[in-house]
Structures are given as structure tokens and as C-alpha cells.
């Protein structure tokens, strides 16, 4: 785990610490250890490492890939498997209305909003249109006192790991690269 700041909060704050990480952690002999990393592809760093020339992403989901690519390529271990996040965290919290319905059950209104963006996205990794958008944004205009460590992990837990899995393609890929690397 990289610590990015005193609190805890905020993501990493440059290319050059994690790196400087995922190398120490690579430092072991042992060949069946696996190093991952997951960033928000629009909270990442700006000084990672450059993108091939010749491709030429026409999406962000082209765009994390070149970016995932050229990342392997400066680590230069089989052993590292970097990940972009499709937005955020709060993205997950989309696959259902389980976890809010668990988390908000007296808001009626809060829910029926909740259930709109879920209906509105079948991928919600898909969810951010503007800066408005991301998840984060969406869950704090319909409850304010959202709290991403309470409320975040209480809904993560209600719509499990497989409903994750199931609607989240992007997300799965890596969980599945990772199972085939320690298997």
C-alpha cells in the first residue's frame, strides 16, 4: 500500500513515489509475487511516463490501456500488472440499488435517484460526464453526508464483489489478469 499523504486522502501525488514503491516491492527474489497498482484515470498523476507515439487513443478506455502500456513498459517486470480506474471508487457503488437501499432506506426520494443513474448506465464505469458527474458528485447531491469510508464500504459490501464483477468489464479484466498471474 503507497501512503499518498498524511491523511490518507487525495490518491498519489506524483508518477516518480509510485514507482519508487512498486520497485521496492519488486525487490523480492520470490518469482510468484505480483505487484498491482489501481489509479483513478482522471485523479492521475501528470508525470507518468509517456505514451507510444504511434497510438493514437480516440477513447479514455484506449487512453487507460496506451497509458496501463507504457507504465509495464518503465516498470519492465512481468511481474507488475498496472490498472486505471475508470473514474473513481464510488463508480462500483453503481453496479446496484441493494447498497444504497440498505444504506438509505428511509430516503425515498434519494433512492429513486440513485435508481435512475443505475438504470440510466449498464457499465457503471461509464459514470462521469463532467466534473458534476463522477460518482463521487452524484452520490453527495443526493446525500450530502455521504461518507466514503462508512458509507462507501457499507454499500461495496451490500452489492458484493460479484455484482461488481458482473458490471464492470474494465475492473473484472484486472481482477482476472491478477487471478491468472497468482494461479
Given amino acids: 500500500m503507497v501512503r499518498t499523504n498524511p491523511n490518507h486522502r487525495g490518491g498519489a501525488t506524483s508518477y516518480t513515489q509510485i514507482k519508487?514503491?512498486?520497485r521496492r516491492a519488486l525487490h523480492s527474489a520470490n518469482q510468484r509475487l505480483v505487484v498491482s497498482m489501481l489509479?483513478?484515470?482522471?485523479?492521475?498523476p501528470s508525470n507518468l511516463p509517456s505514451l507510444d507515439r504511434?497510438?493514437?487513443?480516440?477513447?479514455?478506455?484506449?487512453?487507460?490501456?496506451a497509458i496501463e502500456a507504457a507504465i509495464a513498459d518503465d516498470i519492465g517486470d512481468s511481474r507488475f500488472i498496472p490498472y486505471l480506474?475508470?473514474?473513481?471508487?464510488?463508480?462500483?457503488?453503481?453496479?446496484s440499488?441493494?447498497?444504497?437501499e440498505y444504506c438509505y432506506n428511509g430516503n425515498a426520494?434519494?433512492?429513486q435517484k440513485f435508481k435512475s443513474i443505475i438504470e440510466e448506465?449498464?457499465?457503471?464505469e461509464d459514470i462521469n460526464t463532467t466534473p458534476a458527474g463522477a460518482p463521487s458528485k452524484r452520490i453527495l447531491s443526493i446525500i450530502p453526508d455521504y461518507d466514503k469510508?462508512?458509507?462507501?464500504?457499507?454499500?461495496?459490501m451490500e452489492n458484493g464483489l460479484d455484482m461488481i464483477l458482473a458490471k464492470c468489464p474494465r475492473f473484472r479484466a484486472w481482477v482476472d489478469k491478477l487471478v491468472e498471474k497468482l494461479s
Fill in 39 to 44: 489509479i483513478d484515470f482522471f485523479g492521475r
Fill in 121 to 124: 448506465y449498464e457499465n457503471p
Fill in 54 to 65: 504511434s497510438v493514437k487513443p480516440v477513447s479514455d478506455y484506449e487512453m487507460a490501456d
Fill in 20 to 22: 519508487s514503491d512498486i
Fill in 97 to 100: 440499488t441493494k447498497g444504497f
Fill in 149 to 156: 469510508v462508512i458509507h462507501g464500504n457499507t454499500i461495496i
Fill in 85 to 95: 480506474q475508470m473514474h473513481e471508487f464510488e463508480a462500483f457503488l453503481f453496479v
Fill in 109 to 111: 426520494v434519494g433512492y
